[in-house]
């Protein structure tokens, strides 16, 4: 008898606006025992250094992925007909305690990761992703990593704290987690305090692909290069919703003008297919300044396009 996958709650059986509060309405599930991969949400924001409410972001994230099919039209990915996919609800973090929470995901991921499901996890603050790379490498051993930002995310501290959504990659490249000459950063801009806020990454070897970089282009050719150098590593995507241009994505924490569009967002997703993704995130989704959905929405269906890229997707 062939596999039943599981597959999200089609509009015509259910009205959008009902059945499950999961992503896309696929099934809950209470563990990652037999699934490819899954979806979870790490509802955290005491690593924000601006504004708050990405706590909030995995729950608006689920309600504003009612409307995506499981079919990608464009790129013909059927990713719910090839892999077993769950939503595994939110890792219960501690809401007063964030070097505590570094722990708690980091077992959390481990977890989903003993079972060989690969997690694409829902912010969000950018502080999550430094306990997941470090699942990740005791998984996997260093990482490739394709960081797409308006930020850099390598201070040392922020108001003298080691931990926080300003400082992941810099712990992560301290604790060895990621492999420096195929980490690559795409879409920093704005303003700094010096040249160390972006040369620091340069100077460990990662590629730095400034904003004014991609402007008025495809980035197409980019991530097509990026592949071609990463080849067969172990690759770990963290998105940040800043890098888009707040005119697409106003929803979110630290804001910065002159970023990326969401269509060169779809790019840069879409040419990750083939490489070995073991895990993915999208963060900094901030629905209390997301007043439309329209954040939110693009957070969601950039998710589902990163599942279309995950080894093992069946294109029909």
């Given at each position: 008898m062939a596999e039943q996958y599981n597959q999200p709650l089609g509009g015509n059986e259910m009205p959008r606006f009902g059945g499950p509060g999961t992503m896309m309405r696929l099934p809950a599930a209470s563990s990652a025992k037999g699934l490819d991969a899954c979806f979870v949400g790490i509802p955290l924001d005491i690593g924000t250094s601006n504004r708050s409410g990405t706590r909030y972001g995995p729950r608006q994230i689920r309600q504003e992925s009612v409307m995506i099919r499981p079919y990608n039209m464009a790129t013909r990915a059927a990713p719910f007909d090839s892999l077993q996919f769950a939503d595994l609800g939110d890792v219960p973090i501690n809401t007063f305690n964030l070097p505590e929470n570094v722990g708690i995901i980091r077992g959390a991921i481990a977890g989903i990761l003993a079972e060989d499901c690969i997690?694409?996890?829902?912010?969000?603050?950018?502080?999550?992703?430094?306990?997941?790379?470090?699942?990740?490498?005791?998984?996997?051993?260093?990482?490739?990593l394709i960081h797409i930002d308006a930020h850099a995310d390598i201070n040392d501290t922020m108001f003298g704290e080691k931990i926080a959504h300003g400082t992941p990659f810099r712990r992560a490249y301290e604790d060895g987690c990621l492999k420096p000459d195929l980490v690559f950063q795409i879409g920093l801009r704005g303003t700094g305090y010096t040249a160390e806020d972006f040369d620091w990454s340069r100077a460990r070897g990662f590629t730095v692909v400034p904003a004014e970089e991609c402007w008025h282009k495809s980035l197409a050719p980019l991530i097509a290069g990026i592949r071609e150098r990463i080849g067969g590593h172990k690759t770990y995507l963290s998105f940040d919703i800043d890098s888009l241009d707040p005119a697409y994505a106003p929803g979110t924490g630290t804001p910065e003008i002159g970023g990326l569009t969401s269509m060169q967002a779809i790019e840069l997703i879409r040419g990750c297919r083939g490489l070995d993704i073991v895990g993915a995130d999208l963060v900094e989704v901030s629905p209390p300044f997301d007043t439309t959905g329209t954040t939110a929405i693009t957070a969601a269906n950039l998710l589902f396009e990163m599942a279309c890229v995950l080894p093992g997707v069946a294109y029909r």
């Open positions: 997690p694409l996890t829902l912010g969000g603050d950018h502080t999550i992703s430094y306990p997941i790379l470090q699942a990740m490498a005791e998984r996997h051993g260093p990482v490739a």
